[in-house]
């Protein structure tokens, strides 16, 4: 995913020269030396490295890092704090204010600019309960706006269209459309080309003009690489965009040239987009970006994802039991089921911090693991799964592990599992009880 490949370099960098607790001249410059090695390897600009790196080097030379202290946490803390500023310090967020709103979706064939345009709305309307409209307006790719169609059915974002009338006109009565249908965000889809060119310019300018956008958010390609800087200045000195977005991060990408993006340009990022799918789109983070750069894990995205995705009210009570003693595998199994909930495990491992340190293959076998525990507790009727010390009956056990279809290895396995976290949680709460009693509300 984006930023794994200069997470993975920058970390090596940072440890190779930090055996010493302390840092003096001569380990900071090969220190310095190393990042700047890792941020070329991973395509960040070469303007933008000599600016972070001189950066860096003024305050670790300048008495930022102090004698005695963990030179390795120190030095990490000034790149996090440098990045944080080369990537444009804060999140930008959309100007929403105005009723409708006009989002102005620009950007050449085949950046994602479509399926961002859903994705954004499909964000407003979860995200900001807006009532969004999207508007077909690329009359010239066939199959643009039946794909916008398409994408629109599947998220429930109505999509005006009035087929291969100008655009100019479309918009309009996109807009006209809106204000009569309390539409409070109207995201243009607009055309695009393989290349930048005169024509296509003329006409984005004169929708700008009669459509007066709230926001024109360019969406660019993150696999062209350097490129993205070129892209974004020739669109941005003709239609003064409001932010970038950009796209196809959960490929390969380097990275490093959507890290230039704010400071070569001087536009924030106001989104990324990680995956084909509708939830695949996320405000874009400075803070959090450097987080993970530097492999400090994402802990506030992690807690976003939990926060939205739990049923808070089956966690309370599933909480109120532990605390009254009585964790069985119906809450287990209730707790597995919010887990799946939350998306793929090795997405989740990765912004945790130190569980980077699981290999691929553990974090595989962990998922695995987790669905062979649903299904056999799927085979066991709510009594069982409620009093687990049933299970000890042979018949019981050998009736559930047929009808799983799992391995008795497997069924033991769970059982074990459980009554080691069965321990666990009664020790927790234990400690819990002997301090102060916390409310769980419900
Ligand atoms: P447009 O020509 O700019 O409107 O591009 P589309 O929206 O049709 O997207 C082109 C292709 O890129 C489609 O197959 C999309 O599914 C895909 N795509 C868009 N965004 C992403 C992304 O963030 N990740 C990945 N993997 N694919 C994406």
């Known amino acids: 995913a984006f930023g794994d490949f200069l997470s993975k370099r920058m970390k090596k960098s940072i440890e190779k020269n930090m055996k010493q607790s302390t840092l003096h001249a001569d380990n900071i410059k090969d220190t310095l030396r190393e990042i700047r090695l890792a941020l070329l390897e991973a395509d960040v600009n070469v303007d933008v490295v000599k600016a972070l790196i001189a950066n860096i080097k003024e305050k670790a030379e300048g008495g930022y890092i102090e004698e005695g202290v963990k030179a390795h946490q120190q030095m990490v803390k000034l790149v996090h704090e440098e990045l944080i500023t ?92 809106a204000e009569n249908n309390g539409h409070d965000v109207v995201l243009l889809d607009t055309a695009g080309r393989l290349q930048i060119d005169k024509e296509l310019m003329n006409e984005l300018n004169e929708l700008r003009k009669s459509t007066s956008p709230s926001e024109i958010l360019l969406v660019v390609d993150g696999m062209i690489g350097q490129e993205i800087i070129n892209v974004t200045n020739e669109f941005n000195s003709l239609l003064k965009l409001s932010g970038v977005v950009v796209t196809k991060l959960d490929g390969d990408a380097r990275g490093g040239a959507t890290l230039s993006i704010s400071y070569m340009t001087k536009l924030p990022i106001k989104f990324i987009g990680e995956g084909e799918g509708i939830n695949a789109l996320a405000p874009f983070y400075p803070k959090r970006m450097a987080d993970r750069i530097l492999g400090m894990g994402d802990i506030e ?85 409620r009093e687990p010390k049933l299970l000890k009956s042979l018949t019981r056990k050998n009736r559930i592990i047929r009808g799983s279809g799992r391995t008795e290895k497997e069924f033991n396995e769970l059982v074990n599992n459980f009554e080691k976290g069965k321990k666990q949680v009664m020790e927790m709460t234990k400690m819990m009880k002997q301090g102060r009693m916390p409310n769980f509300g419900g």
């Not at 600019?113 to 969004?132: C, D, I, Q, R, V």
């Not at 429930?156 to 269209?161: L, Y």
């Not at 491992?349 to 699981?358: F, R, S």
């Not at 062979?372 to 066991?380: C, G, R, T």
């Open 86 to 177: 080369v990537l444009g310090k804060e999140n930008a967020p959309l100007n929403l204010s105005k009723k409708p709103t006009v989002i102005m979706m620009v950007g050449l064939q085949g950046s994602g600019k479509t399926t961002t345009t859903n994705k954004l709305a499909y964000l407003l309307s979860k995200k900001n309960a807006k009532k969004p409209l999207m508007v077909g307006l690329d009359i010239y790719r066939p199959g643009a706006i039946d794909q916008l169609i398409e994408l629109g059915q599947k998220s429930n974002i109505p999509v005006f269209e009035k087929g291969k009338q100008s655009p100019l006109k479309t918009a309009k009565q996109a807009i006209e459309f």
């Open 301 to 385: 995205t992690l807690f976003e994802k939990a926060v939205e995705n739990i049923d808070e009210r089956s966690m309370q009570k599933t909480m109120k039991r532990m605390f009254m003693g009585q964790y069985d595998l119906e809450d287990l199994r209730n707790q597995l089921g919010q887990m799946a909930k939350m998306g793929s495990l090795s997405g989740l491992m990765k912004m945790i911090p130190g569980a980077g340190k699981l290999s691929e293959t553990q974090i595989e076998d962990a998922q695995r693991k987790l669905v062979v525990f649903s299904i056999i507790m799927d085979s066991m009727t709510l009594k069982e799964r």
